[in-house]
T-cell receptor, first 117, second 114 residues
Framework: GENVEQHPSTLSVQEGDSAVIKCTYS??????FPWYKQELGKRPQLIID?????GEKKDQRIAVTLNKTAKHFSLHITETQPEDSAVYFC????????????????FGQGTTLQVKP | DSGVTQTPKHLITATGQRVTLRCSPR?????VYWYQQSLDQGLQFLIQ???????AKGNILERFSAQQFPDLHSELNLSSLELGDSALYFC?????????????FGPGTRLTVL
């Protein structure tokens, strides 16, 4: 089955700097890679996602890149703000042996991002 | 507010007991997913139901079971509770069967087993 590794586990940056979080996955059949943000005590919320037919996707200050050959994908946050402080989870969709759209999201262990004012 | 509701918000119980967590998906969503989030671990997928039927399974313990009712709400039953079952339990929903779309998470139920 799918396995997702996420690094770093904690990241501290100064306000205005960029932050990069990296994930690797094991199953080359995975085709959907979402990123979720979880603020303290709150629910995870999708911030951006990418599918395997796309190499990069941007949404304002957030971008995600996908390297299918190397089986890794990264989250880039530019011009960080204190409100970006949260735990970020990457995930890869495991459609099982049939590669179907039913299956499960396998999450990374999370990265705690702290943006210092 | 994602539109997904979960009750109760907090649950404190003793080892060996049985509890039921409840989830109501967003209006119109047919799929419900259950996740466990422990302190030192990320989100662990437990099980998915679609329109009343089990469709995908993660590393769900045999002591745990779930079901989805005709009105589409879902319940996660945890029995013979152990200290290690203490965690935040989330449910999420999507409109269709496919998991390759945004999953909308509920606020979670914090379970403490003493």
């Amino acid at each position: 089955g799918e396995n997702v590794e996420q690094h770093p586990s904690t990241l501290s940056v100064q306000e205005g700097d960029s932050a990069v979080i990296k994930c690797t996955y094991s199953d080359s059949a995975s085709n959907y890679f979402p990123w979720y943000k979880q603020e303290l005590g709150k629910r995870p919320q999708l911030i951006i996602d990418i599918r395997s037919n796309v190499g990069e996707k941007k949404d304002q200050r957030i971008a995600v890149t996908l390297n299918k050959t190397a089986k890794h994908f990264s989250l880039h946050i530019t011009e960080t703000q204190p409100e970006d402080s949260a735990v970020y989870f990457c995930a890869a969709f495991d459609g099982g042996l049939s590669g179907s759209n039913t299956g499960k999201l396998i999450f990374g262990q999370g990265t705690t991002l702290q943006v210092k004012p | 507010d994602s539109g997904v509701t979960q009750t109760p918000k907090h649950l404190i119980t003793a080892t060996g007991q049985r509890v039921t967590l409840r989830c109501s998906p967003r209006s119109g969503d047919l799929s419900v997913y259950w996740y466990q989030q422990s302190l030192d671990q990320g989100l662990q997928f437990l099980i998915q139901y679609y329109n009343g039927e089990e469709r995908a399974k993660g590393n769900i313990l045999e002591r745990f079971s779930a079901q989805q009712f005709p009105d589409l709400h879902s319940e996660l039953n945890l029995s013979s509770l152990e200290l290690g079952d203490s965690a935040l339990y989330f449910c999420a929903s999507t409109p269709g069967l496919a998991g390759v779309n945004e999953q909308f998470f509920g606020p979670g139920t914090r379970l403490t087993v003493l």
